[in-house]
């Protein structure tokens, strides 16, 4: 592989119910997992007025960073390497929607003075990307993706792509989905997952300038319509968990990473899309040996 543009996963993030690490993840996580309480991870500084997606992408965040070494177990430490060299790309489709509908209440049945000051700038779609970077100072390119069932590995290849053009050293990549009554009402009573995972994906050679371990290798994308074809074995989140959306495509690779840090062979392809495959997208993992 050129090593100019092989991009590696060095870090990696799952919290879920039932399911706190990527080898749990792997495993299939068990029914009636308790709910994720992202206080119990980063703390309440900073969570209050923040939608639950925002303060689940803090924790998951916090998680992925130090999994790759990039942070501290004390967050007033900082980051480990230059902040511009640290993009974000977040992957969300129900994120925000509780606040946005909030807010569109407050207008429509009193008035614009009435919405509430805090509220506001949650309404921003791109409110979990943008926290995440001003928290921990991840100064690079920032982007969030709100594209349907295939934005958690639309989100992955934007995060490669900036790698491989050279405005970002290393990306983190984070798939998050809220379960809420206005979430549930959107999805006509299904739930949703409440919680996500997320990536931290570099170029090999910032990866090996630091000496970061590779726990997995990103392979070749595609995106269209149809049926993908099997390139390698799938994994499937489990039903009881609910609807992952945005977070589907961040979830399977996480659980990538879950069997090659296990030994387990690869390659592992993940796959999202549309139940009428109008839309799909694949990312195909390969075991850290591929690095």
Not at 133 to 142: K, T, V, W
Request: proline share 5%; glycine share 12%; aromatic share 4%.
């Amino acid at each position: 592989m050129n090593t100019d543009t092989t991009v590696v996963v060095t870090g990696a993030a799952v919290l879920l119910p039932g399911a706190d690490s990527v080898r749990a993840l792997a495993d299939g996580p068990a029914p009636g997992g308790a709910p994720v309480d992202p206080a119990a991870h980063v703390g309440r500084k900073g969570l209050r007025y923040k939608d639950r997606a925002t303060q689940l992408g803090y924790a998951l965040t916090a998680a992925a960073l130090r999994d790759a070494g990039l942070l501290g177990a004390d967050e007033k430490e900082g980051i480990t390497v230059p902040a511009a060299s640290i993009g974000v790309v977040a992957s969300s489709n129900f994120g925000n929607l509780d606040t946005v509908a909030r807010a569109l209440d407050t207008l429509r049945e009193e008035t614009v003075t009435a919405t509430s000051p805090m509220d506001l700038p949650n309404a921003s779609s791109n409110v979990i990307a943008s926290s995440a970077a001003i928290r921990y100072g991840l100064r690079g390119p920032n982007l969030m993706v709100c594209n349907g069932e295939t934005s958690g590995l639309d989100a992955v290849h934007w995060a490669a792509t900036l790698i491989t053009a050279g405005r970002a050293g290393r990306v983190l990549v984070l798939g998050v989905e809220p379960d809420n009554e206005v979430v549930r009402r959107l999805l006509g009573g299904e739930r949703a997952v409440d919680g996500g995972a997320a990536l931290v994906v570099e170029s090999r050679a910032a990866a090996a300038a630091r000496s970061a371990t590779v726990r997995a290798v990103l392979g070749g994308y595609r995106r269209g319509a149809g049926e993908a074809a099997a390139r390698g074995r799938r994994w499937e989140l489990p039903a009881h968990l609910g609807r992952a959306s945005g977070a589907a495509g961040l979830l399977q690779v996480a659980a990538a990473v879950g069997f090659f840090d296990a030994g387990e062979p690869g390659p592992v392809q993940a796959v999202t899309g549309t139940a009428d495959g109008d839309a799909r997208a694949d990312l195909l993992l390969l075991a850290p040996e591929a690095a």
